[in-house]
């Protein structure tokens, strides 16, 4: 029996993960703990973690895993920095003091974390890692894997084939030629961050007309039908520069990238809409390719694209797949489950677990938990005041309190791997209420406020209300609302542009539907989240609507929460106006001032 520990770091989203006999034990992002979002900083804390949950010192492991190849990615980058010279000097003076001091030295900075450990330390190639995050967990016996990202050491996607406990990749683009690139430039241009606002160009795209897609086309993106493409880099800068996009691509687009912060125009909208246009084309085209190489009905999904859910939904309608499972925490966090996985049975040959059903990601409720006693020493400690109450009770009064249009912080059982909050670390309202979006955008998220929240559905009524009929507990799959529940728009409503969509109902569920009459949907499952399916069933039972709002328990520029203590501080710093803390309910008008003496910082020993 095999301990394996899986690493990514480095470059965004760090993550460590635990596989003990083939099963995951733990696994966690770094971010969580340092409440620095996207903490690309070695994973002390989440490692720590990792190996408190399986109850092993670090010299007991058999085997660590990293979750790609440094030397191969400075190499790549030399290369890059060498062709493009003398230009992107100010590039490589920026990253080369990283690589000269942590990168390069990868194994021994693991070795120095992990103290005592003596073992082998095997590195995995990203793609590699993507591939086995994909296909090892999923609940298919043998499928296609297609991965797509920004890059990794020189590839940018690739695709190949599971079978048991084998996994092969048979071809590969590679960099500079990239679709998460592309997506990226767009983000950029947008005014969002690099690889943290891709998924608002997904929500900005459904307010804007996609006319720039032919100029896209012709002009930046040269598609064969096979899905490989080309960039044309004369229009973007990240090859050599600090900045994705180029004076030229400004020219092409009328204008220069939108300043961060200030407003949207239909500019924007439309360029939103053009490139998720583009990115569903490409892998729609990738993935018939894919199928048509293979002849396989399944298909396993990882990498940052897989992130974007429209076009899974896409892919899953118009596909040539009958099934698709994409993993959860699809961006490079996932690696650390990739290289620990192939570690366990690539390099081991195990085989894998059979399952009579479900995966092997247990719904990813794979971080810390927090039991009744240390939440109460956390409340005595920060003098709040909170109801103890039976699970019965608790769900019967958070379901009413949701009810009468409350808005409720949720934290229960283990923390949510990947970068969804999935019913435990969550911030849930009631879907039926036409004010739930602005309100838990403005007032408690603090966010952009075109940003749609998603909807967790019982499973068992999934169908009643969404035009989808496979599982989707990841959050990953967007669906149209069944026509019995959307609401027409008038001719004037018609008439409005963009944003002036934003306040017009468009279904009996207005807080979850888009402007397209689109929602992002989780499924909630008896079997792996019993307390939040509980409180669905108890709501369904009170309003007929078996259907919650649910958005990440955070407010923008900050992680998820973690800890009993980050959720109170959020709590309190937010207009939320209820929170439930396992077992206790706190009603926000009866709590102290938050107090300046308590140590705020995140750390996962509370005591």
């Known amino acids: ?201 997904m929500g900005l795209a459904p307010y804007g007309t996609p006319r720039y897609v032919d100029l896209i086309f012709d002009k930046l993106v040269q598609l064969k039908d096979d899905g490989s493409f080309k960039l044309n880099l004369d229009y973007f800068n990240y090859v050599h520069g600090l900045t994705m996009t180029n004076g030229a691509f400004d020219r092409l687009f009328a204008g220069p990238p939108r300043k961060p912060e200030s407003p949207i125009t239909q500019r924007e909208m439309d360029v939103a809409a053009s490139v998720q246009v583009v990115t569903e084309e490409i892998v729609l085209r990738m993935a018939r390719h894919v199928q048509r190489e293979t002849g396989l009905a399944n298909l396993c999904l990882a990498g940052g694209v897989a992130l974007n859910c429209v076009a899974n939904g896409r892919l899953l309608r118009e596909g040539p797949f009958e099934r698709l499972w994409i993993q959860p925490a699809a961006g490079d966090a996932g690696g650390a489950v990739g290289v620990a996985l192939a570690i366990e049975h690539k390099v081991l040959g195990n085989a894998r677990r059979e399952r009579a059903e479900g995966d092997g990601m247990k719904g990813s409720y794979l971080g810390p938990a927090f039991s009744g006693d240390e939440i109460a020493r956390f409340l005595a400690a920060t003098g709040a005041v909170a109801e103890k109450l039976p699970l019965p009770s608790l769900i019967e009064r958070t379901a009413e309190l949701l009810a009468q249009e409350k808005v409720v912080g949720w934290l229960q059982g283990r923390m949510e791997f990947g970068p969804r909050a999935l019913g435990n670390r969550s911030i849930l309202g009631d879907p039926r209420s036409p004010r739930m979006q602005s309100v838990m955008n403005l007032k408690i998220k603090f966010r952009e406020g075109f940003r749609p929240f998603a909807p967790s559905v019982l499973r068992e009524h999934l169908s009643e209300y969404f035009e989808l009929d496979v599982d989707s507990p990841y959050m990953l799959l967007v669906a149209p609302v069944r026509a019995p529940h959307r609401i027409p728009m008038s001719a004037e409503q018609q008439r409005l542009f963009g944003i002036e969509k934003l306040n017009v109902p468009r279904s009996s569920i207005p807080a979850v539907t888009h402007v397209d009459y689109s929602a992002r949907i989780q499924t909630v499952h008896a079997e792996t989240n019993p307390t939040y399916h509980a409180l669905l069933s108890r709501f369904h039972q009170l309003t007929g609507c078996p259907v919650l709002v649910n958005t990440s328990f955070n407010v923008r520029g900050e992680p998820i929460v973690c800890t009993p203590r980050d959720a109170y501080r959020c709590f309190m710093r937010t207009e939320l106006e209820h929170l439930v803390l396992g077992p206790y309910l706190l009603d926000k008008a009866k709590q102290p001032p938050l107090r300046d003496d308590v140590d705020w910082r995140s750390e996962y020993q509370l005591d």
């Open 1 to 201: 029996m095999a301990t394996i520990l899986g690493i990514s770091a480095y470059y965004h989203d760090s993550a460590a993960c635990l596989v003990r006999d083939g099963e995951i034990v733990a696994a966690a992002q770094e971010e969580r703990f340092t409440r620095k979002k996207h903490d690309a900083g070695f994973p002390s804390h989440a490692v720590a973690y990792c190996l408190g949950a399986g109850g092993i010192e670090p010299s007991r492991l058999d085997y660590v895993g990293f979750y790609d190849k440094p030397l191969l990615k400075f190499e790549r980058l030399l290369e890059n920095y060498c062709g493009v010279a003398p230009r992107g000097l100010r590039s490589f003076l920026t990253a080369m003091p990283v690589w000269l001091k942590e990168k390069l030295f990868t194994r021994d900075r693991i070795r120095s974390a992990l103290g005592g450990y003596a073992g082998p330390v095997l590195f995995a190639e990203h793609h590699e890692s993507h591939a086995a995050s994909a296909f090892y967990p999923s609940p298919f016996a043998e499928a296609a894997v297609l991965t797509m990202d920004g890059v990794g050491e020189w590839a940018t996607s690739s695709y190949g084939v599971g079978r048991g406990k084998d996994l092969e990749l048979f071809a590969e683009l590679h960099y500079p030629h990239s679709l998460g690139m592309l997506y990226s430039a767009f983000t950029y241009y947008t005014g969002f961050k690099v690889n943290s606002g891709e998924y608002k160009v």
